[in-house]
């Protein structure tokens, strides 16, 4: 993989070049852990259109292809936002796919602003959302501290709302789920973003052993 791959996969989203009419695309996979990229497209919240997070998409998909997991990415602009709105296709689609792969956590990407104050904010909705399994959160913090990522726990996107898919997915299918916020100053730069693309294989492969 290098940095022309990524730059050509993002494309895909910006593009919007996807013919799937739902707007999303459902990547099934045998796999224990789920991946998310609810705002890879424009989303619409609150009367207005807001920019969209293009960079999840690939990284969602690269991570997916590479471990074989299942993922789900938006791929066109369908006037809505599957992590605000109080019901949402997206979300829905995740729910009816639990039912053929029982996974065991589900991680959602997001990109925060180059100016906030962390590298990688993790939402748990403050615990609550890990469904008993506070392991989970404290290992991932950990995980990405220790290889000098400043990850922060709940700092503040704490993805509490039971709208949000991090939220809806944990209360409805009692499954734990981390609301993963990238820095874009983290991952602007495509060969850093390949650097924590590999960091985030090493930690999922370590994840699996736990759940």
């Known amino acids: 993989m290098n940095k022309e791959k990524i730059e050509e996969l ?15 695309e459902l990547i099934k996979k045998k796999s224990d852990i789920m991946l998310s990229a609810p705002h890879a ?4 919240r609150n ?7 293009f960079r999840t998409g690939p ?13 789900i990415t938006r791929t066109g602009y369908r006037n809505d936002d599957p992590n605000f709105d109080e ?7 995740i729910k009816d796919y639990y039912k053929e792969n029982p996974f065991k956590l589900l991680l959602d990407f997001h990109i925060a602003s180059s100016d906030r104050d962390f ?5 748990t909705g403050d615990g609550a959302n890990l469904c008993s399994r506070l392991d989970l959160g404290d290992f991932v913090l ?3 501290n220790k290889r000098g990522i400043d990850a922060k ?13 991090s939220g809806d997915i944990s209360s409805f299918l009692k499954v734990p789920a981390i609301q993963m916020e990238f820095n874009w100053g983290l991952i602007e730069d495509s060969e850093n973003c390949l650097r924590i693309i590999e960091i985030l294989k090493d930690m999922i492969l370590n994840l699996e052993e736990i759940l």
């Open 47 to 53: 009367d207005k259109i807001k920019a969209a997070e």
């Open 87 to 93: 019901i949402n296709p997206y979300r829905t689609a």
């Open 10 to 24: 993002e494309k895909y989203y910006i593009d919007e070049k996807s013919k799937a009419k739902e707007g999303f």
């Open 153 to 165: 726990l709940n700092h503040v996107f704490s993805a509490s709302s039971h709208h949000t898919v």
């Open 59 to 71: 990284m969602v998909k690269i991570l997916g292809e590479d471990l074989g997991l299942s993922y």
């Open 119 to 123: 590298d990688i904010d993790l939402g």
């Open 41 to 44: 497209i424009r989303q619409f």
């Open 142 to 144: 950990n995980f990405l």
